[in-house]
């Protein structure tokens, strides 16, 4: 049985999650099209920082609200997944640790959904409560070194005969060149037009066939520290919002902060000494336990010592949420009629939802 090809547009979390669903069944012969691949450009240069994907922390940390049911299924199905990853596959770059959510303010005056529906779920007492925090839950949660996720990902796509292009597309139905020989055929690979499945993130603000003025660009600055006794992710939610996510190679990537419709590519020296200020009062092991009688600002100091690398990306907003829907076209040039699977727009949470994202694309295929 001759397979359907798939050209799924972006190389990105969401991307290359949804091409390594498609590939692994069989049915599909799956080519990914992006200007930016994993390993192409290093993650912290210029020219990568419109591809959201490497600047990540990770963690599996919940984004969704306790309303959003949908969102919530996306994440606990990628919850789940991941930790299995982590205790089968250890060169992916995932691994367990412990998470620990501090509270402000409780949205709704409820206490999280996931409470409850993770593993080894703890919520703290009051006497363990810092300053300023009115509510905390621990739970078994897992951490992503990012490159290495993201190599893991295109090298099990490539070995399971996965095609990779790199290069840039000015229109959605330029992908229809990469499913078939000619553009100008009848048909594509084996007679079958490809289905297009666009992850293309903020790259859809400009796509001719999509032109997405909804997508906003969501910055977003952090810090790498080498800081290697760091070993649990912290996350403190509320007007000093800060967060701490290992990286399990002794780094540490520290943030944040969330700016709507901001390009500005440079390191706000203010949004550092922020995060500074914020992650070493949220994680006393970010530093030696021999700095913690110094005063707030020589830890500051210290901490500013020990970084790595200063990056700032964008992540891909858009504006009503997640845009997955299917979406019927006719080429301009070969008259041909094919069919796009849209799914983009997943903002700060792309990780901790990328794998229940593709389980829903590849129904959503399957049903082309």
């Not at 509510?135 to 295109?154: A, D, F, H, R």
């Not at 700095?291 to 830890?299: F, G, I, K, Y």
């Not at 845009?323 to 009629?337: A, F, M, P, W």
């Amino acid at each position: 049985m001759s397979k359907q090809p798939v050209v799924v547009i972006g190389a990105g979390v969401i991307g290359l999650t949804v091409a390594n669903q498609l590939q692994d069944g069989g049915k599909y012969a799956v080519t990914i099209v992006a200007e930016h691949v994993p390993d192409s450009l290093p993650a912290g240069t210029r020219e990568s920082s419109g591809w959201a994907s490497p600047w990540a922390g990770a963690h599996w940390r919940a984004w969704s609200a306790n309303w959003d049911h949908w969102l919530q299924d996306m994440e606990l199905q990628t919850y789940y997944a991941m930790n299995e990853i982590a205790d089968r596959v250890p060169e992916a770059g995932i691994k367990k640790a412990r998470g620990l959510d501090y509270f402000e303010a409780l949205p709704d005056g409820e206490n999280p959904w996931y409470v409850g529906k993770l593993n080894d779920v703890r919520e703290l007492s009051t006497s363990e409560l810092p300053l300023g925090i009115i509510y905390g839950v621990e739970y078994s949660t897992v951490i992503i070194n990012v490159p290495q996720y993201l190599t893991y990902l295109k090298n099990k796509f490539t070995s399971m005969g996965g095609i990779i292009e790199q290069r840039a597309l000015d229109h959605i139905e330029e992908a229809l060149l990469f499913g078939a020989s000619s553009r100008n055929e009848p048909s594509g690979l084996n007679g079958k037009t490809p289905i297009v499945v666009n992850c293309a993130a903020l790259g859809n603000r400009m796509l001719g066939g999509v032109c997405d003025a909804s997508m906003r660009p969501l910055r977003g600055q952090t810090l790498i520290v080498n800081a290697p006794e760091a070993k649990r992710t912290l996350t403190r939610v509320g007007s000093q919002f800060g967060y701490v996510i290992p990286r399990g190679d002794g780094t540490v990537v520290l943030g944040g902060s969330a700016e709507v419709g901001s390009w500005d590519e440079e390191e706000n020296i203010q949004t550092t000494q922020q995060i500074l200020q914020r992650t070493q009062a949220l994680e006393p092991a970010l530093l030696p336990s021999s700095m913690l009688e110094l005063d707030e600002s020589e830890r500051v100091r210290a901490l500013r010592a020990n970084i790595v690398s200063v990056g700032v990306g964008f992540r891909p907003m858009r504006e009503g949420g997640v845009r997955l829907e299917t979406q019927e076209y006719i080429d301009s040039v070969s008259g041909k009629h094919f069919t796009a699977v849209h799914c983009y727009g997943h903002a700060g949470y792309g990780y901790q939802s990328s794998l229940g994202y593709a389980r829903k694309v590849h129904q959503m295929v399957e049903s082309v």
